[in-house]
Structure formats: structure tokens, C-alpha cells
């Protein structure tokens, strides 16, 4: 009826992502899975209040595989989730809890389980030219106890156009099965390792209107026990471990400029720019991810029509690794809707360009996908 609806889904999908090694003694592995899903959700409204009920089940099969070695494990996610959510002129509060059990076979000789329970709150609330919010959520695990995150975000509107923000946040994650019991070819899981907590301040100021969409910010983070991979002093095997300490500072800018209406250019929708800046610093070591990142990463975007609703995108990238070859590397997207169908094609890294994110992590070269997808109604 008018004040409530039922929202059913289930099925199945093959996925397969990692590295696609040119040598099969790669020793990174590439991850395939095959995964099988079902949901329910119940929305019952009541005027400025809704109920939401979430019942959710979902399990893959994974298989990593490198060289010729497969080793197959199964997770299974099963639980309950309620939110309530109250809107009104000037707040919209959202409050509620969720259930789930996680277990995951053939990662060790027995079975392994993760029970967790979480209640969580947030407000956002408008007063004139001022917007403030906060978030509040308990979470249990057996494994790893009680933790908690909180947050908050101020903006305030200096113009209709004009905006500034801060915002803080403290929160944690929880090491992965596979961080804590993996032992096949050169991973080697870690059962002792804890939790990483995070802290991250950051100050925005925003422009929006016709022509300009601008979005500028500044941050800082502050990881304690981070989660990462350790490369041995044999160098034969990662193992995951906690680095006490990763500070991260950097900032990033945004920007959207509608084009449509200036002369010459005008058959140009849009064209979009993307940067970011990284100065991270952590203890000494080796470390699989922190030790491998981009200190500078610059993306621009230009979409425009062609003919009878084909349209097409290029994507410009400039990548400075903190232990590699800078790079640039040339994309383009194709879009064709038909009737019901929408046709896709791309062509990622157009030149070919040879480059490695870290030692032996040899990037795919050209990278070419065809979409299709049918919209009934």
C-alpha cells in the first residue's frame, strides 16, 4: 500500500579481480569468487517517520590462485539489520541496530566464526545558514570485544554559493579473515593482530553555482595499529602485521566546469578535474600497501555527444608513485543507449603504457570492456 513496501532481491554473480601477472611464478595471486545473495527489505512510513527492516544472506566462494597452486574457502554473511529514520524541517535523525553471523570453511582445518552487533545514531540538523551533524555507533564482536567510532561535521552557507566544513572522525577496522589465517604461497596470515584505529580531521571550503563547481580540503589522518602485509627478511612471504603508527597529510581538489555554454567549445558538456596531494610517514619497514602509494594524482575528464545519442568520454591520468615511475595514461569510455538495451566499450591505458604500482606488480597494458544491460522497465 501507500505506507509500506516490500523489496525482494536474490541471485548469483562470477567475479575475478587482482593481478593478471605476465609470469605464472607471479607471486601475487589474482582472487576469483562466486557469490550468492538474498535480501528482503520491509519500508512501513508513518509522516515524518519511516521503519526499515533488512534481512540479508550471502555467501561466496573464493579462490586464490597463483601459479599453479588453488586454494579455495568459503564465507557465509547472514543477519538482521532495523533503522528508524524521523525527518522534519530543520533535523533528520536516523537510529538503529543490526546482527550477523560470518563464518568462513576451508581457511584452516575447522571452521571459523565472527558474531557481531551494532547500534548505531546520527542527527543532522539545519539551522539558517548552519548545518550541523554528528554519529554515534557501538559495535561488538566476540572475537575482538566492544569498539566504538563517532563523528561530526559542521558547514556553515557564507553565500548561496559559498560554503565551508569541517569535519572529525574516530573510528576502526577489524583485521580480515584472511589477514588473520591465511597460509598459502607467499601470504601468511596473522592471528595475534589487533584492530586499527583512525582518527581524521579535515577542513573543506566549496563553490557551486551554474558554470563552477569547485571543492577544495585539507586533512589529516592519524592511524594507529594500521593493517598492512610485512615483507620478510627472507623477502619469500608477506605477513600481516600492525604498523603502530601512519600519519597521513595531504589535500585535494575538485572541480566541474559546465561548458555547455560558452562559444566553440559549447558541444563539450563538461569537464572535470581531479588532484590529490599524499605526504604519509610510518615506522620502519616494508609494508605491502603503505609503503606503495601516490603522492600525486591528477585525473581530468571530458564528455561530449556524437551523433544519434552516442556519446564519449576521455579520462587523462598522471601518476607519481612514492617508489616508482611517474606516468601518464590516456582513457576512453563509449555510451550508446538503444530502446531498452545501454551498450558500452573502453579502452584503459590507450598507449600501452608499461608500468609496475610496485616491484613484480606489473600493470594489465591496454585494457579493452565491452558492457551491455537491459532495462525492462
Known amino acids: 500500500d501507500e505506507k509500506s ?18 609470469s605464472e611464478t607471479s607471486k601475487y595471486p589474482t582472487e576469483k569468487y562466486n557469490n550468492s545473495f538474498f535480501n528482503s527489505r520491509i519500508l512501513h512510513n508513518f509522516n515524518k517517520m519511516s521503519l526499515i527492516s533488512h534481512t ?17 574457502y568459503i564465507i557465509t554473511d547472514a543477519g538482521y539489520d532495523f533503522k528508524g529514520e524521523r525527518i522534519t524541517k530543520t533535523q533528520q535523525s536516523t537510529f538503529g541496530f543490526s546482527f550477523a553471523r560470518k563464518t568462513i ?5 575447522s571452521e571459523i566464526q565472527r558474531d557481531r552487533f551494532n547500534i548505531f545514531y546520527n542527527d543532522v540538523v539545519k539551522k539558517g545558514s548552519f548545518i550541523y551533524s554528528d554519529g554515534f555507533s557501538a559495535n561488538y564482536a566476540d572475537d575482538f570485544g566492544w569498539k566504538y567510532s563517532y563523528g561530526i561535521q559542521l558547514k556553515y552557507l557564507l553565500t548561496n554559493d559559498l560554503k565551508i566544513s569541517y569535519e572529525y572522525d574516530d573510528g576502526y577496522k577489524l583485521p580480515s579473515f584472511f589477514e588473520q589465517y591465511s597460509s598459502f604461497g607467499q ?10 584505529s583512525v582518527k581524521t580531521n579535515e577542513i573543506g571550503l566549496s563553490i557551486n553555482n551554474n558554470i563552477l563547481k569547485l571543492e577544495v580540503s585539507l586533512f589529516h ?4 595499529n594500521a593493517l598492512d602485509w610485512e615483507l620478510s627478511d627472507s623477502d619469500d612471504y608477506w605477513i600481516a602485521v600492525n ?37 604519509l610517514t610510518h615506522d620502519s619497514g616494508i609494508f605491502r600497501n603503505t609503503s606503495n602509494y601516490l603522492v600525486h594524482q ?22 607519481d608513485p612514492i617508489n616508482m615511475s611517474s606516468r601518464w595514461l590516456i582513457d576512453t569510455y563509449f555510451n ?38 537491459f532495462q525492462y522497465f
Open 5 to 22: 513496501a516490500l523489496n525482494i532481491m536474490f541471485g548469483t554473480f562470477l567475479d575475478e579481480h587482482g593481478v593478471i601477472a605476465k
Open 56 to 72: 540479508h544472506w550471502n555467501e561466496s566462494e573464493y579462490s586464490y590462485v597463483s601459479g599453479n597452486n588453488i586454494n579455495n
Open 105 to 109: 570453511s576451508n581457511l584452516l582445518n
Open 187 to 196: 601470504w601468511r596470515g596473522n592471528s595475534n593482530i589487533e584492530s586499527e
Open 221 to 224: 589522518r592519524l592511524t594507529k
Open 243 to 279: 604498523i603502530p603508527q601512519v600519519t597521513v597529510n595531504g589535500h585535494h581538489l575538485e572541480a566541474n566546469i559546465n561548458v555547455e555554454s560558452i562559444p566553440l567549445i559549447k558541444f563539450i558538456s563538461e569537464i572535470n578535474f581531479d588532484y590529490t596531494f599524499l605526504n
Open 298 to 319: 591528477f585525473r581530468s575528464d571530458l564528455n561530449y555527444g556524437i551523433i544519434f545519442g552516442l556519446t564519449q568520454s576521455w579520462v587523462l591520468r598522471y601518476e
Open 336 to 373: 550508446l543507449p538503444i530502446w531498452k538495451l545501454n551498450s558500452t566499450f573502453s579502452i584503459e591505458n590507450l598507449l600501452d603504457v608499461q608500468y609496475e604500482d610496485e616491484s613484480e606488480f606489473e600493470a594489465p597494458g591496454r585494457w579493452m570492456k565491452f558492457g551491455l544491460q
